[in-house]
């Protein structure tokens, strides 16, 4: 006489054990958001997942950088258009003196004047700073990372716009020939500020250029990592419906079968 089939119980035994290890990961997925939580759901998707995630970060700081970089190039803009007013009030000054109608005392008031000119283009040179470094007194250039890996980078800066980097230093109006030699080296040095306000603009424009393309890169990127990790929830809450609908079929067919097997075992007492 067979009392129950061991076979039909072992199977729902084992059936439950596995349905409940499924539910333990599907609700790892629905709690943590991803599919790829733990490498052994997913090992080569988590090493693809993580590479696309840190690309992604990097992506992220690059931007942060060339904002900075963008900042530090509109801060030499403003700096150099400071200084171009003032060789402009210099050259002024210069074609005043240059005029034989002025006498030595109207030449020396003037003579003040042009210092003080010099000395505020020298301190705008020497105090015009980013993160205290300085950005209109150095030839010395600053390096942007403007992408997620090595050498992915471009240069910016490279600007000295002091008087004696203009050939200002020595320069006066105090006699009618020193004026005229002096209209002739503002004008030098307007020509040289004029560079740089063309190489700063058109620096600016290419850190806009990368600035878009690493933002698109990024967005891409993301939404790549999204299908690739994200957890479906509509999907895997419809598994998790399934799951538990097995797991309470199993165990109650197992307490079924208990109950029937204490049932008959009470008869033969």
């Known amino acids: 006489m067979r009392i129950h089939s061991s076979e039909n119980i072992a199977f729902s035994t084992n059936r439950a054990q596995r349905n409940a290890t499924d539910i333990e990961k599907t609700l790892l997925k629905l709690g943590s958001g991803s599919k790829v939580a733990k490498g052994s759901q997913n090992a080569s998707g988590l090493a693809i997942s993580e590479t696309m995630r840190a690309q992604i970060r990097g992506l992220s700081q690059a931007q942060r950088n060339m904002q900075d970089g963008l900042s530090v190039l509109e801060a030499s803009n403003e700096?150099?258009?400071?200084?171009?007013?003032?060789?402009?009030?210099?050259?002024e000054m210069a074609v005043s003196a240059a005029n034989g109608t002025l006498t030595?005392?109207?030449?020396?008031?003037?003579?003040?004047?042009?210092?003080?000119?010099k000395e505020a283009i020298n301190d705008t040179a020497g105090k015009l700073e980013f993160n205290t470094k300085k950005i209109l007194g150095e030839d010395k250039a600053l390096i942007l990372q403007v992408g997620a890996n090595p050498g992915q980078q471009m240069t910016i800066g490279n600007i000295d716009v002091s008087t004696k980097k203009l050939g200002l230093d020595g320069t006066s109006i105090s006699t009618r020939e020193d004026a005229e030699k002096l209209i002739s080296t503002i004008d030098k040095a307007i020509g040289t500020i004029t560079g740089h306000l063309t190489k700063v603009g058109s620096e600016m424009e290419a850190?806009?250029?990368?600035?878009?393309?690493?933002?698109?890169?990024?967005g891409n990127l993301t939404k790549s990592l999204s299908l690739l990790a994200d957890t479906d929830m509509a999907e895997e809450m419809m598994n998790f419906v399934q799951q538990d609908i097995r797991q309470k079929g199993d165990q109650l067919l197992i307490k079924t079968v208990n109950?029937?097997?204490?049932?008959?075992?009470?008869l033969l007492k």
């Open 79 to 91: 700096g150099l258009n400071n200084v171009t007013n003032l060789l402009q009030r210099a050259r």
């Open 104 to 117: 030595d005392s109207d030449r020396e008031a003037s003579s003040l004047e042009l210092e003080q000119i």
């Open 207 to 218: 850190i806009e250029h990368h600035l878009t393309n690493a933002l698109v890169f990024e």
């Open 259 to 266: 109950s029937n097997l204490q049932d008959v075992l009470s």
